[in-house]
């Protein structure tokens, strides 16, 4: 068909450049994130049961119904298929024991997007991590309900996952590695394979080594997320726990170096509580991360201090939620002081 | 070479596109029926016309001569009439007077060849530039005459045939079909602005320009392969990438003895002062989909868009036709505009090809800070101009701005950054009231010209 003179018609879509876009929008980013948590979901439901399901379920669905009310009252777009409240509600979820009644998550989840997220403006706004500080404020809460025993409650017999549980009576590997402070040495310990897969009592998300480093992996692929933050970050908590170990001359194997203790001690750190969780999906999180790279290796090495602060010297076990909030209100003062050389300025200007 | 040089902060990878007209050779479009010159194809003056309505010009007569010195020359492409001198919007959306020639037959034969160029005089030289009204063809079109007669004298000569914007494929053209018309075009060049090196700048995914200039180019100039990154072929950027230094702020590259000219413009020079033969045609890319016969055309200027797209046959209805590449281009409201010295490319795309876009809030990923060519903070730039915070805008820097796009492009939430900040340029520089909210569609890449 050829388009003659009159019928070339004039109605033309004005634009301004750029009149190409890169294929990544925010809900492809944000349910790409949901899609990367899915593996340790799956692997949770296998392990822990139906109840761990339920969770995942209700808090993701109170985070997305919570979000169309902001919407509806603040007569704002609809944001709840742009899949940010879906990734703060799995990520909730993670956080929790598998055996909490089921208002915990119900709260929870309406304090994270309602308090945490759109009362400070929304997507983009909020100063913290919504699953993390709602976290924090069920724990508050409700100590008891979230305490050790409630991570784990056997649905199948222990003996079949593989986990002598006289030995270890439910304590969580944190409480575990607690000990290890006080007492300079562990008597008890699960062995690595179990750590990894998952065969360990702890919130639904965090105990699946493996089926998390799947998720970051695919993450990383799409270039979700960067490597500054993790790296630094683990870096940080390996080295520090490494010096520690030798310090205190920590002995897990007496038939071991004290090297090698030491590094079976950080390994330990690793691959128990929140670690990788944290790492990889929630101190990445774009909204509370600093802009430039120099700033995410800050806050990557600040995760790290903070956590072995907390998890060696501090009361609780685990410190990974804790620094991850810390360090998320020290992020707008490290984007203002750390900007990025603009091009003929500086240097070449007084020459 | 397995480290190939680029320029050092931000860019992007583009999906290049490159690949429906890079190897259509150059093809002369048809002689127009009728063309509207606009008087203003340059930075600076309008030309001020010089013919009558009624007059009869010949191919290659002047018919705007330039303002003063920031000005620059036009001539009638065709031989013909005057028909109308009227006022029009040129395709980078700035009313311009222009004049209307209408086809009366006959063609000019530009077969005079200056063997003894040599011989010339270097303001003779330039003086022969001046004349055939010579623009910078990147893009930007800044009037040649002033770039190659520095105030100081320079050390570098940079030919700029990076191409970074996908679709457009005439200077990779124009390296591989005119490359000896280019030497001699870079020769001229030389024996004006005299410089020490002389390199051409080329990214890596011309290969076969970069064959066939690292045969030729010995001798007259070093061919640098740089990474195909975006914008690669911006002057600034450029300049860091093969010589490792920046431009100074508020400064232009002669203040660090740098002159970087397009392959086009090398290419017209050689025209001008060999042949003879002013600035009345160009090459331009047509693509696009619907684009029956895409490729690299010779064309004259001011031939109208209708005519063009007529000639190369569109397929179904066009729905957004952009002058320019995608990135730095301009969207046209209407097809019934002339070409302009300028213009290095006519996209055409179709309603299928438009990208849909849809904002959300920003969310702080950061991409923007990381593409950014000049190291500037987009995204803080354009939450100070949302919250009309205008003076803090300018302390961060934004008339550093190169307006190249990348922060629009990667932006996960859409949002048009670059838009707020041609528009909050406008701003401050006119020093009008400012609403966040009812921004302005800025469709000028450029503003000098405005009347004060």
């Given at each position: 068909?050829?388009?003659?003179?009159?019928?070339?018609?004039?109605?033309?879509?004005?634009?301004?450049?750029?009149?190409?876009?890169?294929?990544?929008?925010?809900?492809?980013?944000?349910?790409?994130?949901?899609?990367?948590?899915?593996?340790?979901?799956?692997?949770?439901?296998?392990?822990?049961?139906?109840?761990?399901?339920?969770?995942?379920?209700?808090?993701?669905?109170?985070?997305?119904?919570?979000?169309?009310?902001?919407?509806?009252?603040?007569?704002?777009?609809?944001?709840?298929?742009?899949?940010?409240?879906?990734?703060?509600?799995?990520?909730?979820?993670?956080?929790?024991?598998?055996?909490?009644?089921?208002?915990?998550?119900?709260?929870?989840?309406?304090?994270?997007?309602?308090?945490?997220?759109?009362?400070?403006?929304?997507?983009?706004?909020?100063?913290?991590?919504?699953?993390?500080?709602?976290?924090?404020?069920?724990?508050?809460?409700?100590?008891?309900?979230?305490?050790?025993?409630?991570?784990?409650?056997?649905?199948?017999?222990?003996?079949?996952?593989?986990?002598?549980?006289?030995?270890?009576?439910?304590?969580?590997?944190?409480?575990?590695?607690?000990?290890?402070?006080?007492?300079?040495?562990?008597?008890?310990?699960?062995?690595?394979?179990?750590?990894?897969?998952?065969?360990?009592?702890?919130?639904?998300?965090?105990?699946?080594?493996?089926?998390?480093?799947?998720?970051?992996?695919?993450?990383?692929?799409?270039?979700?997320?960067?490597?500054?933050?993790?790296?630094?970050?683990?870096?940080?908590?390996?080295?520090?726990?490494?010096?520690?170990?030798?310090?205190?001359?920590?002995?897990?194997?007496?038939?071991?170096?004290?090297?090698?203790?030491?590094?079976?001690?950080?390994?330990?750190?690793?691959?128990?509580?929140?670690?990788?969780?944290?790492?990889?999906?929630?101190?990445?999180?774009?909204?509370?991360?600093?802009?430039?790279?120099?700033?995410?290796?800050?806050?990557?090495?600040?995760?790290?201090?903070?956590?072995?602060?907390?998890?060696?010297?501090?009361?609780?076990?685990?410190?990974?939620?804790?620094?991850?909030?810390?360090?998320?209100?020290?992020?707008?003062?490290?984007?203002?002081?750390?900007?990025?050389?603009?091009?003929?300025?500086?240097?070449?200007?007084?020459? | 070479?397995?480290?190939?040089?680029?320029?050092?902060?931000?860019?992007?990878?583009?999906?290049?596109?490159?690949?429906?007209?890079?190897?259509?050779?150059?093809?002369?479009?048809?002689?127009?029926?009728?063309?509207?010159?606009?008087?203003?194809?340059?930075?600076?003056?309008?030309?001020?016309?010089?013919?009558?309505?009624?007059?009869?010009?010949?191919?290659?007569?002047?018919?705007?001569?330039?303002?003063?010195?920031?000005?620059?020359?036009?001539?009638?492409?065709?031989?013909?009439?005057?028909?109308?001198?009227?006022?029009?919007?040129?395709?980078?959306?700035?009313?311009?007077?222009?004049?209307?020639?209408?086809?009366?037959?006959?063609?000019?034969?530009?077969?005079?060849?200056?063997?003894?160029?040599?011989?010339?005089?270097?303001?003779?030289?330039?003086?022969?530039?001046?004349?055939?009204?010579?623009?910078?063809?990147?893009?930007?079109?800044?009037?040649?005459?002033?770039?190659?007669?520095?105030?100081?004298?320079?050390?570098?000569?940079?030919?700029?045939?990076?191409?970074?914007?996908?679709?457009?494929?005439?200077?990779?053209?124009?390296?591989?079909?005119?490359?000896?018309?280019?030497?001699?075009?870079?020769?001229?060049?030389?024996?004006?602005?005299?410089?020490?090196?002389?390199?051409?700048?080329?990214?890596?995914?011309?290969?076969?320009?970069?064959?066939?200039?690292?045969?030729?180019?010995?001798?007259?100039?070093?061919?640098?392969?740089?990474?195909?990154?975006?914008?690669?072929?911006?002057?600034?950027?450029?300049?860091?990438?093969?010589?490792?230094?920046?431009?100074?702020?508020?400064?232009?590259?002669?203040?660090?003895?740098?002159?970087?000219?397009?392959?086009?413009?090398?290419?017209?020079?050689?025209?001008?002062?060999?042949?003879?033969?002013?600035?009345?045609?160009?090459?331009?890319?047509?693509?696009?989909?619907?684009?029956?016969?895409?490729?690299?055309?010779?064309?004259?200027?001011?031939?109208?868009?209708?005519?063009?797209?007529?000639?190369?046959?569109?397929?179904?209805?066009?729905?957004?036709?952009?002058?320019?590449?995608?990135?730095?281009?301009?969207?046209?409201?209407?097809?019934?505009?002339?070409?302009?010295?300028?213009?290095?490319?006519?996209?055409?795309?179709?309603?299928?090809?438009?990208?849909?876009?849809?904002?959300?809030?920003?969310?702080?990923?950061?991409?923007?800070?990381?593409?950014?060519?000049?190291?500037?903070?987009?995204?803080?730039?354009?939450?100070?101009?949302?919250?009309?915070?205008?003076?803090?805008?300018?302390?961060?820097?934004?008339?550093?701005?190169?307006?190249?796009?990348?922060?629009?492009?990667?932006?996960?939430s859409q949002i048009p950054l670059v838009t707020y900040f041609k528009s909050a340029k406008i701003n401050l520089k006119y020093e009008k009231s400012y609403y966040p909210n009812k921004i302005p569609v800025v469709r000028r890449w450029r503003y000098a010209n405005k009347e004060e």
């Amino acid at each position: 068909m050829q388009i003659k003179k009159s019928n070339i018609q004039s109605k033309l879509i004005v634009e301004p450049a750029p009149h190409i876009n890169h294929r990544d929008s925010v809900p492809k980013i944000m349910w790409g994130v949901f899609i990367s948590l899915v593996p340790s979901a799956v692997w949770s439901v296998y392990f822990f049961g139906i109840p761990a399901l339920t969770i995942i379920l209700i808090s993701v669905i109170t985070c997305m119904i919570t979000e169309l009310i902001f919407n509806i009252l603040k007569k704002t777009p609809l944001t709840i298929w742009d899949g940010s409240a879906a990734v703060t509600g799995i990520l909730f979820a993670f956080t929790l024991p598998a055996y909490v009644p089921l208002y915990v998550p119900i709260i929870g989840s309406i304090f994270a997007i309602a308090v945490v997220k759109q009362l400070f403006g929304g997507l983009g706004y909020n100063i913290m991590n919504p699953a993390l500080a709602a976290r924090v404020f069920v724990m508050f809460s409700w100590p008891t309900l979230l305490t050790a025993n409630k991570y784990f409650l056997p649905t199948t017999s222990p003996e079949s996952l593989g986990i002598n549980f006289n030995i270890i009576s439910g304590a969580t590997p944190m409480h575990l590695l607690k000990e290890v402070v006080h007492t300079g040495k562990i008597d008890n310990y699960y062995d690595a394979w179990s750590l990894i897969l998952g065969k360990t009592p702890g919130a639904i998300g965090e105990v699946s080594v493996l089926f998390l480093t799947i998720g970051a992996l695919y993450l990383f692929k799409k270039k979700y997320i960067t490597y500054h933050i993790p790296l630094s970050f683990i870096l940080t908590v390996v080295i520090l726990t490494f010096i520690y170990g030798l310090a205190r001359g920590i002995s897990i194997n007496p038939e071991y170096s004290l090297l090698k203790n030491s590094l079976l001690y950080s390994y330990l750190h690793i691959i128990s509580g929140g670690l990788i969780l944290g790492a990889f999906f929630m101190s990445t999180d774009m909204v509370t991360t600093p802009l430039t790279k120099k700033g995410e290796l800050i806050v990557g090495v600040g995760l790290g201090i903070l956590t072995f602060i907390i998890r060696i010297f501090g009361s609780y076990p685990e410190g990974v939620m804790f620094s991850i909030l810390l360090m998320e209100l020290v992020v707008p003062l490290i984007d203002r002081s750390i900007k990025p050389k603009i091009y003929g300025w500086g240097k070449y200007e007084t020459k | 070479m397995i480290f190939k040089k680029g320029f050092k902060k931000g860019g992007i990878h583009l999906p290049e596109h490159k690949e429906e007209t890079e190897n259509k050779p150059f093809v002369n479009g048809p002689i127009p029926k009728k063309v509207k010159i606009p008087l203003l194809q340059h930075i600076g003056k309008p030309a001020i016309p010089v013919v009558n309505i009624g007059d009869k010009v010949d191919e290659g007569q002047l018919i705007g001569k330039m303002d003063g010195e920031f000005s620059a020359n036009v001539h009638s492409p065709i031989m013909g009439n005057v028909t109308e001198i009227g006022e029009i919007y040129t395709p980078t959306g700035i009313k311009s007077k222009y004049i209307g020639i209408e086809f009366s037959g006959g063609i000019k034969n530009w077969n005079k060849i200056n063997t003894n160029w040599e011989k010339f005089k270097e303001n003779e030289i330039l003086e022969m530039i001046k004349n055939s009204g010579i623009v910078g063809l990147g893009g930007a079109a800044f009037p040649s005459h002033i770039k190659f007669n520095p105030p100081k004298p320079i050390h570098t000569l940079i030919i700029n045939g990076a191409e970074c914007e996908p679709y457009l494929t005439v200077d990779d053209r124009i390296m591989q079909e005119k490359v000896d018309s280019l030497i001699l075009g870079i020769e001229i060049l030389k024996k004006i602005l005299k410089p020490k090196n002389v390199y051409i700048g080329i990214e890596d995914n011309k290969v076969s320009a970069i064959e066939i200039l690292e045969k030729k180019m010995n001798g007259i100039a070093e061919v640098v392969t740089l990474k195909t990154k975006y914008p690669q072929g911006g002057e600034k950027q450029l300049i860091n990438a093969i010589l490792g230094i920046e431009v100074p702020r508020n400064k232009l590259p002669y203040d660090v003895g740098v002159v970087v000219t397009n392959v086009g413009t090398a290419y017209s020079v050689y025209e001008a002062v060999i042949k003879e033969k002013p600035l009345i045609e160009r090459f331009i890319t047509i693509a696009g989909q619907i684009v029956k016969w895409p490729g690299n055309y010779k064309l004259k200027i001011g031939t109208i868009i209708r005519d063009i797209l007529e000639d190369v046959r569109v397929l179904t209805l066009p729905k957004k036709v952009i002058i320019g590449g995608p990135m730095m281009g301009i969207a046209q409201y209407t097809i019934d505009t002339p070409i302009i010295k300028g213009s290095s490319g006519i996209l055409v795309f179709s309603e299928e090809e438009i990208e849909k876009k849809k904002e959300h809030l920003c969310i702080r990923c950061g991409r923007c800070l990381n593409v950014c060519p000049i190291g500037l903070f987009p995204s803080l730039m354009y939450s100070e101009i949302y919250s009309n915070n205008i003076d803090r805008v300018k302390e961060i820097g934004i008339f550093d701005c190169i307006e190249c796009g990348a922060c629009s492009y990667i932006c996960p939430s859409q949002i048009p950054l670059v838009t707020y900040f041609k528009s909050a340029k406008i701003n401050l520089k006119y020093e009008k009231s400012y609403y966040p909210n009812k921004i302005p569609v800025v469709r000028r890449w450029r503003y000098a010209n405005k009347e004060e």
